[in-house]
Nanobody, 123 residues
Framework: QVQLVESGGGLVQAGGSLRLSCAAS????????MDWFRQAPGKEREFVAA????????YYTDSVKGRFTISRDNAKNTVYLQMNSLKPEDTAVYYC????????????????WGKGTLVTVSS
């Protein structure tokens, strides 16, 4: 099993940047592909980005391509989401997830989640 804890959320103005971190416990972190999802108020949880176990492959939803970058440091058991050029529509709770394959876009098949970190982008 793996336990996940997100951090780095906060309030930022449109056009600004934030870097989210997701720290994982357990010795098997490097064997898991990792995803970031987000959930805005009143909306379903949606896929944002994925990275394979070694960090050599990444995948993004269209709305964040060119603005967000997912990365991982297996030595630190941490996955990151660098978010640039933030928009008010990026406002959501952001969750990291450990997945069984790469990429996983359906949140209903994921078993390991963090509790989330809130990102608020003001206009």
């Amino acid at each position: 099993q793996v336990q996940l804890v997100e951090s780095g959320g906060g309030l930022v103005q449109a056009g600004g940047s934030l870097r989210l971190s997701c720290a994982a416990s357990g010795r098997t972190f490097s064997s898991y592909p990792m995803d970031w999802f987000r959930q805005a108020p009143g909306k379903e949880r949606e896929f944002v980005a994925a990275i394979n176990w070694g960090g050599s492959r990444t995948y993004y939803t269209d709305s964040v391509k060119g603005r967000f970058t997912i990365s991982r440091d297996n030595a630190k058991n941490t996955v990151y989401l660098q978010m640039n050029s933030l928009k008010p529509e990026d406002t959501a709770v952001y969750y990291c997830a450990a997945t069984s394959s790469y990429p996983v876009l359906n949140p209903n098949v994921i078993h390991y989640w963090g509790k989330g970190t809130l990102v608020t982008v003001s206009s």
